[in-house]
C-alpha cells in the first residue's frame, strides 16, 4: 500500500532503518506512526472516518476514544520474526 511505502522510505532515509528496540519483552521490528507526519495524518483520519464510528456502534460508546501507542510493524516470514507469542 502507499503507507507502507511511505514508512520504508522514511525508515530508509531519516531513521537509516527500522526501529529493533520499542519493547524488550516482544522485540519487533517497527517505527512509531507519530515519527510519520504523512501517516500520522492519515492514520488519524482513518481513526475519525471509519476506525472510532464502528468501536462506538460496536460497543455502544458516545465517550472519547484515543490511541496512545500506534507503530507499523515490519515482518519477515522467510529471515526474520514471523510471529509473536500469544
Given amino acids: 500500500s502507499h503507507m507502507v511505502k511511505i ?4 525508515c530508509q532515509n531519516k531513521l537509516g532503518g527500522w526501529t ?7 522485540p519487533t ?3 512509531p506512526i507519530y515519527s510519520m507526519p504523512a501517516v500520522l495524518s492519515w492514520f488519524n483520519k482513518q481513526l475519525e472516518i471509519c476506525i472510532f464510528p464502528v468501536l462506538r456502534q460496536q460497543f455502544n ?3 472519547r476514544l484515543r490511541v496512545f501507542d500506534a507503530f507499523f ?9 514471523n510471529r509473536l507469542p500469544v
Avoid: M, N, P, W
Fill in 29 to 31: 521490528t517497527d517505527v
Fill in 20 to 26: 529493533t528496540s520499542r519493547h524488550y519483552a516482544v
Fill in 61 to 63: 460508546f458516545l465517550g
Fill in 73 to 81: 510493524v515490519k515482518y519477515d516470514a522467510i529471515d526474520g520474526q
Fill in 7 to 10: 514508512a520504508e522510505e522514511y
